[in-house]
């Protein structure tokens, strides 16, 4: 039972460096709820239709006030991946280099385009004085679109007019096993034994994404192949060729099978989508309620870019104040309200033997709450990223919107500069109005998503 435990906890960001003994408390001695012998808390999280299941950042903040920064608590079992170390070295090198994920906005930049077209579009069809209804699915387009350019090196098509009809069989596939795997998550698997409908449903989703990918995936093959024949001079070897794209690279260096290629393909597709989108609605509602915030923004942007210029990643170096904005965004409605790690050896936690085998939680969003580790922690206040010279240097360790590790977000470097020019390329055009006349709470649709549909209406600035 022990070692099914999960402990969570702040990451303890200031370790006792100073080699002074220290008592350690045994891992028992860790407060948490008592739950039940077998399945732990799971009762409480499924109760009231599942309440602390769409409010888990909720459930950490209570469990931290109730327990202390360290708690422990017990869900069941989970499993682990054992491949995912040799996928992430070959997927890394890729992904999370500044200057290969920098080459990308040229593309990011024309999805953007394609998005602004889309949004003006929605708003003369809409006639809602400026508002875009149902902005989370234009936003959900924008990612699907960006992440799909960069994986498939092609566009997808569900932001041309007409829309692809498969691109859209693809992007409402990706959505809905989304929303569905959050509805299945917390539940033992009997659905699958008894083949229920919505199991069957579930699985088509997952046909389906893998049939296209697949497809997409065969037809960049085909192409490579094609590119190498053609190619004069044999001397040339494609495969050594910095300059490769992501799917070509994958392809050409052989080192993953085909089936390993989709899967590892459709789990980037699937953790993109969301996320960078759910981020950008929040900064939207943040930028709409707070002109003053807006017109400190537009005043960088207009600085560092030339009238009708697109931004790049050189750009948005310069644009310190857009960068900070988007982190205390992350700070305020972190998209994953922690991350779970397994420990493979003893270790001692804010005082505790934590044994080997257990399931540590970071609890990202009690950090993002905890006035010892952001004063004001209430306030939104982008100024607390920007460093400068009469200011202490950041913990590094206090941005966790990504996570840290050899395990972080491999997306990270795609997700920044994409969500960047996004915000870059809106506030030079237009000026963000939010509709919401309430505060909006989160609510987990697998990620921490807002609970009630964000209002933004875009008005052309006119220079
Ligand atoms: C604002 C946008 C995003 C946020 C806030 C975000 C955040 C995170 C976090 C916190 C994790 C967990 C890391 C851990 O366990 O330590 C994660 C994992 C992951 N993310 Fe992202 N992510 C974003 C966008 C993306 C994008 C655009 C992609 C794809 C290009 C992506 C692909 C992944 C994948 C594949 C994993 C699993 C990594 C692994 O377990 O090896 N994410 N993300």
Redesign the pocket.
């Known amino acids: 039972i022990v070692n099914q435990s999960t402990a969570v906890g702040n990451l303890d960001h200031k370790p006792n460096g100073n080699n002074e003994s220290v008592e350690v408390k045994p891992f028992s001695e860790i407060p948490g709820p008592k739950g039940l012998p077998l399945i732990g808390s799971l009762l409480t999280v499924l109760k009231n239709d599942g309440y602390y299941i769409k409010k888990t950042h909720l459930y950490m903040i209570m469990n931290a006030k109730k327990y202390g920064r360290i708690h422990k608590d017990k869900m069941g079992n989970f499993d682990e991946g054992e491949e995912?170390r040799r996928?992430?070295s070959i997927l890394d090198k890729k992904?999370l280099k500044v200057k290969d994920v920098s080459a990308y906005s040229g593309r990011m930049n024309d999805v953007i385009t394609d998005l602004i077209n889309y949004l003006t579009k929605k708003q003369l069809e809409d006639d809602l004085n400026g508002e875009i209804s149902n902005l989370r699915d234009c936003l959900y387009k924008w990612?699907f679109e960006t992440?799909g350019t960069?994986l498939y090196n092609k566009r997808l098509g569900t932001l041309q007019d007409p829309p692809n009809p498969i691109a859209e069989k693809f992007y409402h596939s990706v959505c809905l096993m989304f929303e569905q795997s959050n509805d299945l998550a917390p539940i033992p698997p009997y659905y699958k034994y008894f083949k229920t409908k919505y199991w069957k449903d579930y699985c088509q989703l997952w046909d389906t994404m893998f049939e296209i990918a697949e497809q997409l995936i065969n037809e960049e093959h085909q192409r490579l192949q094609q590119i190498m024949q053609d190619i004069a001079d044999k001397s040339v070897d494609l495969r050594r060729s910095e300059e490769l794209e992501f799917l070509p690279y994958v392809l050409l260096r052989g080192e993953l099978n085909s089936d390993e290629i989709v899967g590892n393909i459709i789990?980037?597709?699937i953790?993109?989508v969301d996320?960078?989108a759910n981020?950008m609605l929040w900064t939207l509602y943040i930028l709409g309620k707070n002109p003053e915030i807006q017109e400190k923004l537009y005043q960088e942007v207009s600085n560092v870019l030339k009238k009708g210029e697109y931004p790049d990643s050189g750009a948005i170096q310069k644009m310190s104040y857009l960068r900070a904005l988007i982190k205390e965004t992350?700070r305020m409605y972190?998209?994953?309200p922690g991350?779970?790690?397994f420990i493979d050896t003893d270790i001692v936690l804010a005082g505790y033997r934590i044994p080997a085998n257990t399931r540590i939680m970071a609890g990202?969003c009690v950090m993002s709450c905890d006035e010892s580790i952001f004063d004001e922690p209430t306030k939104f206040k982008p100024e607390r990223w920007i460093r400068s010279p009469s200011k202490r240097r950041l913990d590094p360790y206090i941005y966790?919107?990504?996570?840290?590790?050899p395990?972080?977000?491999?997306?990270?470097r795609?997700?920044e500069l994409?969500?960047q020019l996004l915000i870059a390329r809106l506030i030079s055009q237009f000026r963000v109005e939010c509709r919401n006349t309430g505060e909006v709470g989160q609510i987990i649709r697998t990620v921490a998503s807002p609970e009630t549909d964000i209002r933004i209406a875009l008005e052309p600035r006119i220079n």
Not at 407 to 412: F, L, S
């Open positions: 995912w996928f992430r992904l990612s992440i960069i789990d980037l597709m953790a993109a996320t960078s981020t992350q972190p998209i994953l991350v779970p790690r990202f966790t919107a990504f996570s840290f590790g395990r972080m977000c491999i997306g990270r795609v997700a994409q969500m």
